[in-house]
Each structure stands twice: as C-alpha cells, then as structure tokens.
C-alpha cells in the first residue's frame, strides 16, 4: 500500500498500531520523542515501557480484563504475545518482566522492514493519514496543536480522582446505605463503611506509609490547585481524616445501633449503582498499593476496583464528544489511540491501538470502518468512549458495568459473567466471519 502512515509515540498503543499496519503490508514511520525528549514517567529507551505496574491483569475467563485478552488474542494482538512471553508467575493475573516485555516490542519493531522508527519529537499534527498515541503524558506542543483542532474544552490535562469500585464486590454485611442525620434504617446516596478506632488508625497508618507513584516537578505545581491526596491530609496527623472526609458524625451503624469512630463514605458513579466512587480519597499512591491499603476498609475486601484513583497529569480528549466513532478528528487524516482517547490501563491502551490500525488499514483499502459488538469487553468500551450520550467523560477501563445488560439475565453473579462472556464472544466470531479481509492469516 502507497501511503506513509505517520504513528505517534512508541508506547502501548503506538507500537501495536505500528506493528499490526506493518504485518498488513502498510508502510509505517513511528515517531518516539525518547530518548532525546524523556517524559516525565517514563524511566528508559525502549517501546512500550509499563510506567508504573507490571501487572497487565486478569486472566481470568469470567473478568471483563480475562475477556479483553481473549479478543485481543482473536484478533492476533502482537504485544499481548510479546506480553505472554515475558511473563512472570502472577497467579490469575498476566505480570510481565518489563524490561523483556519492553526489549521484545522494540527489537520487533526495529526489525521490520515495513516500520521506520525515528527518535523526535512530533509538535504539529502530522500531515497525512496519521494515528496520535501520545499517551496521558503527550508532550506540551503536540497537547497544544490537538486542543486546537478539537476545541480546547474537549481536553482534561489533570486527573485527580478518587477509585471507583464495583458494586457487587462490596461486603453488604459490613457496609450499610444511610444518608447523615437521617439515622438507622434510613436509605440515602451513601453507603458507609464503618471503621472503629483500630481499623481506623491502621488505616492511617498503612497510607502514610504506602508506595507513591513519584511526584515530579509539574505534579508537584499542578497538586498545588487541586485537591490534596488522601495520604497528604492523613500524614498531617491521626485524627484529620476523621475531622474531615471520615467523619461519622450523623451516621448510625445498624449493627450496634452506635456512631462509628471513622467512616469511609462510597457514592454511586452511575444510575444504575453498579459503582461506586470512595469519596475524598484521590490519591497518588501506586495502583498495587491501593488494591492493598484500600482493602483493609471493613467491607471492602473483595473490592474490584473499576478505576484507581490518579493524580498526574493525564491529557485525554473528551473522546465521545470531539472524535468520530473511530476515534479521527472530525475533517482530518488523523486519528487517536491509547490512554489520549481515555481508554484506560496497559491492555486496553494494546487494544485502542489494534483497532486504530484495523480503522487506519480500512481506509487505506476504502472498506468499511471496524464497529465492533458493543457486547465485548473492546466494543463497550469503545461504545462508552465514543457514544455522544456519554456525560462528564472520565477515563475508563473495560468492566462489566460498561456491557449492555442481558434480557434474561441470571440473578448468580458467576453465571451472569459466563453469559456475558458467551455473548461477546459469539458476537465478535460472528462480526469477525463477516469481515475476514481484517485479520492476517497468523491471527488465531
Ligand atoms: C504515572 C502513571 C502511572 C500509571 N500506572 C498504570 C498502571 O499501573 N497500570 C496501568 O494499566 N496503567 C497505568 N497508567 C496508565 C498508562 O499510561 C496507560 O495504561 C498506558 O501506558 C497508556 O499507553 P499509551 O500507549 O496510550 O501511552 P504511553 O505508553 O505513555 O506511550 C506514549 C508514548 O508517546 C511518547 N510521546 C509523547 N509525546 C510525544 C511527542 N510529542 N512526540 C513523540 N512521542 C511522544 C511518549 O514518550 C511515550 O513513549 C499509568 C499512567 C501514568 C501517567
């Protein structure tokens, strides 16, 4: 195929867009700004650096993460290949060694004749067809040239949130609904986790002492008009917390019929309450200590955390309302992937850049563009991240809560997710089957 496709950034998404034009026969020149341009998080030289965990998640069939990598393997991702074979024992979860991971990737890269790999930086949008996976640290400039053809109210540049978590992974013996002041019995927005005086101090004590992702110079400034983390305001002493976002004041444990000594409050994400947010606890610690810490709170120890709490700098485009449902700016040649698009975490940054090259490989060839099934782990987040329906867009990764509820659906947790597993997969075999021009002959 004639034309040159310009990919920005060598990182997740970026590297598997390149490589997977590549294996179809499309000339590629990819664009990494390191090692001349270091980003703030980024530690080494090599693609596809992990910046933080080297966790890529579950591998279990009955997770939306363990579904996410099963259509990633139909669709023959080739850093999910990379991933698996730099793998380190994890239990039910894929972990990789990420300098083999990162070594793999970029030694790929290098060798394939149909990738050019240049070492600068990109400050304007490239000419021609191009995909944009700058990921949420994208360079100054760049950031700057993207507000400008999507409309600078479509850009967040600072993410300070707190982790949202899923309803059916709480501890309802534990943690009980009231609204303050309204007493026992009293439903309300809130469900509250109560603490007594031990959990609540080792609570303290244990985020004051967790792992924090490393605050750099810009975080640092940026930190000084946002909200403080959780960890900062507990490290100014035992009891602020309990003065501030956990006071049980107005609240009554049905339990005991007494006020708690502490109280985490969790407030719901959506309508439907199949998530909840952990109110005031934006923080900075890393994700492996939030799943940790967090689940010390009573009720919370089987939390499934849909989203971490973040507070770095994270560009990401209001996607659903300024890009089109292939993620293009609108009247141009250029088109975004990876965690820019707030399609959040390692494998779905792998996945938002397979399908940028299936839709970039679709034009070049004039085919029709790639939609698929909302009903997969990568359609719904795609459906999530592009439907104009989608109010106060935050960075998601993919989770049950984001597929389309079954008609008949099983009141079981663990057969409701075998079901909804079933389902995405038979869709996407059947949509894969209609389109066989895009998979290559060495996808499974
Ligand atoms: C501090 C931090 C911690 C995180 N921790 C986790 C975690 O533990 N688990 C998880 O799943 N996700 C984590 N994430 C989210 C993570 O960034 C994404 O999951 C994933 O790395 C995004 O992939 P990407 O390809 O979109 O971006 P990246 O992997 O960041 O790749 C973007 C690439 O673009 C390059 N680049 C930027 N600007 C330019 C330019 N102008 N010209 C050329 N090149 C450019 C960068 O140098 C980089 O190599 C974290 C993010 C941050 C910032």
Redo the contacts with the bound molecule.
Sequence with gaps: MGEIVTV?????????CALQLARRGVRVRL????PG??????HGDG???????????STKEDTAAGQLKWELTRLGSVLLGCARDSSVPAGGALAVDREAFSSRVTALVESNENIELVR????ALPEGPAVI???????G???EAISAAVGGERMSFYDAAAPIVDAESLNRSVIFEQSRYQGEGSTGDYLNCPLDRESYELLVRKLVGAER??ARDFEQRDLFCACQPIEEVARTGLDTLRHGALKPVGLVDPRDGRRPWAVVQLRAENAAHTAYNLVGFQTNL???EQRRVLRMIPGLEGAEFLR?G?M???SFVDSPHALDGTFSIPGTRVRL?????G????????A??LLAALNVYADLRGIAPVLLPATGSLGSLVRYATDPETRDYQPM?VNFGLFPPLSDAPRNKALRHAALVERARTDLDRYLQGRPELLCPDAA
């Excluded at 341009?37 to 980024?42: D, G, L, Q, R, V």
């Excluded at 996976?133 to 994208?138: E, F, M, N, R």
């Design positions: 920005v950034g060598g990182g997740l998404a970026g590297s598997e664009v990494e700004q390191r341009h270091p980003s703030p998080a980024h693609l596809a650096e992990l910046v933080c965990s080297n966790s890529l998640k600068e930086r990109v400050d996976a700058a990921g949420p640290l994208c360079s400039e760049l950031f992702v490393l890393t994700w492996p971490y973040v770095h700098r994270n992937a990876g965690q820019i698009t399609t959040e975490g390692y494998v779905e940054a792998i938002s850049g990764h």
